[in-house]
T-cell receptor
Framework: GNSVTQMEGPVTLSEEAFLTINCTYTATGYPSLFWYVQYPGEGLQLLLKATKADDKGSNKGFEATYRKETTSFHLEKGSVQVSDSAVYFCALPMDTGRRALTFGSGTRLQVQP | DAGVIQSPRHEVTEMGQEVTLRCKPISGHDYLFWYRQTMMRGLELLIYFNNNVPIDDSGMPEDRFSAKMPNASFSTLKIQPSEPRDSAVYFC??????????FGPGTRLTVT
């Protein structure tokens, strides 16, 4: 089946710093890729997605580009805010034809004022 | 839409008791997923349904766990008997005709 690897956290940044959270995947074919965010005490929320190679997903200032050459889908934001403090999960379908997603282990981001 | 609704939000029970977690998916979604989240194991898929039919229950830990979806708007996850190692946050998620899933707020279960 497909799998995903995320960078270990926590990532601690000052407000307005640049953010990168690395995600690499192993997959059959070119499945859709997702980033989810989990704020404290809440469920996961879809942050952005990309459905094919070279697509760029974006939302709330976050971006990620589907790179088939490097099998990566790194999450970036140019200027983080304290309110971005959360856990971020990279995800993709478990296998071709299966609707279930497999999630990375999550990366905790802490933004300090 | 109200989103995915889960109840209760918090459940504290004693070892050996039966626990029932409930989920109402987003209207029109035909896939429903149950996950468990712990610090040690992260987010684990327990089971998922398509059109109320269980498709994959390979993640269900053991016979103490069971899940049902009697209709398109309701699902339950039951643990009987409960054990302290079942303590976790249990999430329900639903999905329509795309792969993206929408999660509920979760039920925090504590078994003492």
């Amino acid at each position: 089946g497909n799998s995903v690897t995320q960078m270990e956290g926590p990532v601690t940044l000052s407000e307005e710093a640049f953010l990168t959270i690395n995600c690499t995947y192993t997959a059959t074919g070119y499945p859709s890729l997702f980033w989810y965010v989990q704020y404290p005490g809440e469920g996961l929320q879809l942050l952005l997605k990309a459905t094919k190679a070279d697509d760029k997903g974006s939302n709330k200032g976050f971006e990620a580009t589907y790179r088939k050459e490097t099998t990566s889908f790194h999450l970036e934001k140019g200027s983080v805010q304290v309110s971005d403090s959360a856990v971020y999960f990279c995800a993709l379908p478990m296998d071709t034809g299966r609707r279930a997603l497999t999630f990375g282990s999550g990366t905790r981001l802490q933004v300090q004022p | 839409d109200a989103g995915v609704i889960q109840s209760p939000r918090h459940e504290v029970t004693e070892m050996g008791q039966e626990v029932t977690l409930r989920c109402k998916p987003i209207s029109g979604h035909d896939y429903l997923f149950w996950y468990r989240q712990t610090m040690m194991r992260g987010l684990e898929l327990l089971i998922y349904f398509n059109n109320n039919v269980p498709i994959d229950d390979s993640g269900m830990p053991e016979d103490r766990f069971s899940a049902k979806m009697p209709n398109a708007s309701f699902s339950t996850l039951k643990i009987q008997p409960s054990e302290p190692r079942d303590s976790a946050v249990y999430f329900c998620a639903s999905s329509g005709n795309l792969y993206e899933q929408y999660f509920g707020p979760g039920t925090r279960l504590t078994v003492t």
